[in-house]
């Protein structure tokens, strides 16, 4: 996996093609054209690229076709891509690597670069008190409701799914947990600095956008693709984080 990484997360692109939906849109495909540009480097996406995917054996999401184009011509580019489950997009069963060459991850992701340990992780249930999303998350990642959900009519089941994914928003999201999710996911990346040496921990999923430093580690908030436009890059063992414009701004 060769550096520098380029790391967005919490896109929720939709399956639509409204206005403001191409807008965000063209806000990545710039980022990604100057990426190109650098020729070299890897993508890493956080997790919750999609709103929702949820594919079968015969039926993937509709509407996606221009992001899998420009991932497409990423690789192409020669820009590695990795894929972190999130909870909006962790049902793949292998078209994302088929179609677009994504390497999709359903665990968390160890980067090992000139003596740095990165983990990547895109953080949902690490809230102390989220019992009860911890307890579904496992019931509908399990083979069995994979299989089950698979028989259920598409027009159906990729409804109920999308309801799902949505059942921890209520404050995971949500500004005025920020206190409580600061406290939380800091004490999940201590522990991982200290039991697993790691350097840097990256989470998504709470939308928040921030870097806290401690002594020589870092914990960095991946943001999001629906108001702040994060760019997170790592190079050279430094930490950047900014919106889309100032990363274009920035070369």
């Known amino acids: 996996m060769k550096a520098p990484y ?15 939906e191409i807008s965000r849109r063209n806000k990545l495909f710039q980022v990604f054209d100057l990426i190109i540009e650098r020729g070299e480097g890897t993508l890493i996406i ?6 929702f995917w949820f594919e079968t054996d015969t039926v993937i999401p509709k509407g996606y076709e221009s992001l899998l184009t420009a991932l497409e011509k990423l690789n192409k580019a020669g820009i590695e891509i990795h894929f972190l489950a999130g909870n909006h ?7 994302l690597k088929k179609n677009a060459d994504i390497k999709f991850h ?6 090992e670069n000139n003596e740095q340990k990165i983990l990547v992780t895109h953080g949902d249930g690490l809230l102390k ?6 307890f579904m998350k496992k019931i509908i990642r399990s083979k069995l409701f994979i299989k089950l959900f698979k028989i259920i009519p598409h027009e159906i089941s990729f409804k109920f799914a999308n309801k799902l994914s949505k059942s921890s928003a209520a404050y995971n999201h949500h500004d005025e947990y920020v206190d409580m999710i600061i406290r939380d996911v ?9 039991e697993n040496n790691v350097d840097i921990v ?12 401690k002594n020589d580690k870092k914990l960095v908030f991946l943001g999001d693709w629906l108001g702040k436009f994060t760019v997170t890059v790592i ?9 889309w414009k100032q990363f274009i701004e920035l070369s």
């Open 202 to 213: 990256l989470v998504g999923h709470y939308h928040q956008e921030k870097i806290i430093s």
């Open 235 to 243: 190079k050279d063992g430094n930490v950047w984080q900014g919106n």
């Open 46 to 51: 956080g997790g919750d690229f999609f709103d």
């Open 89 to 95: 997009d962790f049902w793949d069963f292998g078209y």
């Open 6 to 20: 380029y790391i967005v997360s919490d896109n929720h692109f939709m399956m639509n093609n409204s206005e403001s």
């Open 186 to 194: 800091s004490e999940y990346a201590e522990k991982q600095w200290d």
């Open 106 to 111: 359903k665990e968390n992701l160890i980067i």
């Open 129 to 134: 008190n989220d019992y009860g999303y911890r």
